[in-house]
């Protein structure tokens, strides 16, 4: 066994035995609601690789790269979103994430409050939740077109586990990076059409290889 592997499985244990105090975003364990509402991991499959398309900045010229390992065999069930966060060719800006689009059975979310995040091993960065109402157009390359994204940022523990708990109220409008402001975006619990995990640069804040192991999205 790894190392880090050695490492994380230490702090889960510990966490089991004796959790960390919550915060309004980091909270322990996964409530009976989130069990019900499984939509990746858990309970539910998070389908194989290819069920998560990654969007990176690559599209704007940037070199960042994402993935998503649902078959992590040192963290069974699990699945290890990982990459390379690129600052160098955009002049300190950078983004990358995967993105699944929910079946039409487990769009409509109406009936819960939000959404929790099972993560743990992180890697003391700050991540983001992002959920979709609209697909954009595809494009001859097969990439679709830009469109508004809600997202909720959260920011981990090195090696902590934790449950990151996002109200649909606390969702922000993003259109091509930028915040929506005028009023004219509201997120729709009852058709989120896609999801996405996230890491961006912050202005080169953020940098370099990332880890996050991710046991469960659910609705709450």
Avoid at 26 to 42: C, D, H, K, V, Y
Avoid at 135 to 146: I, K, T, W
Avoid at 165 to 194: C, E, K, Q
Wanted: with cysteine; glycine share 10%.
């Amino acid at each position: 066994m790894s190392p880090r592997f050695l490492f994380c499985l230490g702090v889960l244990i510990a966490g089991a035995i004796a959790a960390p105090a919550s915060s309004p975003q980091q909270q322990q364990p996964l409530s009976a609601a989130a069990r019900r509402g499984e939509l990746f991991g858990g309970a539910a499959t998070w389908g194989d690789d290819a069920t998560w398309l990654a969007v990176t900045d690559r599209v704007r010229g940037g070199a960042s790269t994402a993935a998503l390992d649902t078959h992590a065999a040192a963290h069974a069930g699990a699945a290890v979103f990982a990459g390379v966060l690129d600052t160098a060719a955009l002049g300190g800006a950078g983004f990358a994430s995967v993105r699944a689009e929910l079946s039409a059975a487990r769009r409509d979310l109406a009936a819960f409050a939000g959404i929790a995040v099972a993560a743990d091993c992180a890697d003391g960065r700050t991540y983001a939740l992002n959920l979709h109402n609209s697909l954009g157009a595809r494009r001859p390359d097969g990439r679709r077109e830009s469109a508004v994204e809600f997202k909720f940022s959260f920011e981990t523990t090195p090696g902590a586990a934790a449950v990151f708990y996002a109200p649909f109220s606390a969702f922000v409008p993003y259109y091509r990076g930028r915040p929506v402001t005028d009023g004219s975006a509201t997120l729709d619990p009852s058709n989120i059409v896609s999801m996405s995990i996230m890491i961006q640069s912050y202005f080169d804040k953020q940098k370099g290889p990332y880890e996050l192991v991710l046991h469960s999205i659910s609705a709450y």
